[in-house]
């Protein structure tokens, strides 16, 4: 086993949180030291984008349907970011007021970063690469050039792309905030696939390039330039029309100014320095191998709201009302089937373990929704012996055991009320060990990414429903692992939770809506 392999999966032991400790953290919030939530550039010129709250989109039931696809102009462009990355609306509870963003983020700390990589448009002769700032809904122009890469994809098409900011979640959140960083990577690139299906576009995620690569189209090796170091992540390309994964970027990359524009503002004032995020994050750094394509999900879907309504709405619920949070059969097989095939493009590699706790029709207790049938007889040698796996009412979804989970599932989320006072709790279960061995350390990102784009699925599912989700990231692994499912060894680990219920509002948290500055 090589050293990148060796320090992923020692990184993975080493965080995993258990009633007897949880992963290495600072144990309080160092208030003076709190990342500033938006990044800008200064000295970029700014490029004011217009709002998008009073454009007509598609129901939220019919966005995989055709769609028919919208030019690529300044407005489009706009639309896409308000609606996937942009702020959604302000919250306030006496002195202190906070952003909700569209894409779901651990702890409300948004580590995930964009960066556009736009043909001649919007009055500039040249092609541009600039970053998104969601703050103001503005694009920071870094750079200009010319070159002939846009000819070779398909008409009115460009990149996009994601970088991370480790800090921000290590902030809060010690070593294991890497988990947390990738975890919304996935969110982010599934509310970006959400706004650009309003727009009729496909985003496609390049598996042809390297970190290394990435960092030089958006920036990023250009140290001198940042006082916390940024990551990157993915590099998309965003089409009318579906793309291959491969694409050739030498063009792009021959063309790219040495040396962009604007400083990125400084985030806090120090840093704690957590000597294993950046050895995880170079052992990770390695070149991806790609994986076989898979299709989509297409889902069919009951009427349901606009789909701006259904993007601006999602919350992260922190209290579940027990007593309203019993759900119909027909819903809970919504949420099931809105993430049951592909979302990322490749073959599906997490499974959901489920504590159903409310749901009509269905008794309390562990289901198994198998995402990927070649599985299931891995699964059902790997799992506790006396499991029933008993066929349900839902396809691949396989009863395991009947049993009250509540207590159980609360004391697997850190002994947090919102995973037993909902309708359900769940599990991710990823192939683990054989994923790494066979595609090599990027992997172990990707894993993460496919639970958060899940995750901001169920989401935006539960919302259109009238229901509320919430991600949770705080759970004692092997107490999921080894003590519910009573797994052997690490071919499956789980590595993200979720809930769905319906939600408390508190009351003495006001709302308002996002840009009212700009009005």
Known sequence: MNKELQTVFHYHETTKHSQKRYAKSLGYMDWATQPEPFRSYKGATNILLMLSLDNPTPPYSLLDENIPSAPLVKESISQLLQFSLGIAAWKSSGKNSWAVRCNASSGNLHPTEAYLVLPPMMGNSKSTISHYAPKNHSLEILTEFESDFFDTLPEESFLLGLSSIAWREAWKYGERAFRYVQLDVGHAWQALVISAKMLGWHVTRI?????????????????????????????????????????????????????????????????????????????????????????????????????????????????????????????????????????????????????????????????????????????????????????????????????DFRVASKIISCNQDIASDGAFSLGMLCRYSQELLAYNTHRYKELYWECGMIGQQLYLEATSLGLSGTGIGCFLDDLMNIKVLELKNNLYQSMYHFTVGRGYVDSRIQTTPPYQNRA
């Not at 140290?223 to 170091?229: D, S």
């Not at 806090?268 to 191998?289: D, G, Y």
Request: aromatic share 8%; glycine share 2%; charged share 30%.
């Open 207 to 403: 598996d042809s390039i390297g970190d290394e690569e990435i960092a030089k189209i958006l920036g990023l090796d250009q140290k001198e330039r940042f006082f916390e170091e940024e990551k990157p992540d993915m590099l998309f390309v965003v089409s009318k029309k579906e793309v291959s994964p491969s694409l050739d970027l030498s063009l792009l990359l021959k063309a790219l100014p040495k040396n962009y524009e604007g400083i990125a503002n400084r985030l806090s004032p120090s840093m704690h320095e957590w000597a294993v995020i950046a050895e995880i994050e170079k052992a990770t750094a390695l070149r991806q191998i790609p994986q076989a394509a898979a299709p989509q999900c297409k889902v069919t879907r009951e009427a349901s709201k606009e789909s701006k309504e259904v993007v601006l709405s999602r919350r992260s619920i922190h209290v579940m009302d027990k007593e309203k949070s019993t759900i119909s059969k027909a819903q809970f097989h919504s949420l099931l089937q809105s993430v049951d095939c592909s979302l990322d493009g490749k073959e599906n590699a997490a499974h959901l373990a489920i504590f159903v706790h409310q749901v009509e029709e269905y008794s309390q207790g562990l289901y198994l929704h198998v995402r990927n049938p070649k599985d299931l007889e891995e699964l059902k040698k790997e799992f506790h012996s006396t499991f029933l796996w008993e066929n349900t009412a839902f396809k691949n979804l396989y009863l395991l055991e009947i049993a």
